[in-house]
DNA sequence: GTTGAGCGTT
């Protein structure tokens, strides 16, 4: 049984916090609570997912209510083969809101709403910005297999178009983090695609491009040291001696 | 049906 329906982390204050990694795509957080219940109360478990395709990025949050049930169970879930794949089980180390962990608590002050932003000093925010500038960039340079998720995606958004998407497993189980629901997001996609992604996405002008860029199709990083009579004599060549 | 470094949602 999930209550992990609601939205939003339901306390943070008192919980510790385990990042699951190497998890597969296809695992749920039903499937990880059997496993995580077993040596300790589990609080919350939340699996982060991809915006545009809401599947999962492959690694998990659980959150326990004592310290040592959660070390006991990065002990014994750590290295432990779940769905196919060898799962790590460590202390997570950034909070929901960038905040500092020590072993999966947060240490860093309470987030209060209208309170943090205020009291919070210049030096501070620049470290907190650190952090945040780094996530940042460690998330932006992982997307290597973009055209696979470009196809997948269209090939997703037309199914879900096409035809309701009716996931088996879903069903039965309660509903995990599914905040995003796929009718929302196949309107929303509907609505923001004509709007925002062909917008910022397309270059009108080919300014930026060189004039012979794109016939270049070669990716020689020197071109010039390429001549094409050089190219053109070492081709003519054996035609040339026959 | 599809990939595989990493730290999180309303």
Known sequence: MSHFGRAGPPDISDTFSLLILNISFRTSADDLFPLFDKYGKVVDIFIPRDRRTGESRGFAFVRYKYADEAQEAVDKLDGRTVDGREIAVQFAKYG????????????????RPGLRSRSRSPSRSRFRDDYHRDRDYRRRSRSRSSDRYRS??????YRSRSRSISPGYERGRGRRRYGYDERRRSRSLESLSPRRSLTPRRSPSPRGRSPYGRSHYRRSPTPRSLSPGDC???SRSPISNN
């Open 152 to 157: 997948r995606e269209r090939h997703l958004r």
């Open 96 to 111: 929901p809101n960038a905040e500092r962990i020590h072993q999966g608590r947060i240490i860093e002050k309470s987030p």
């Open 232 to 234: 053109r004599s070492y």
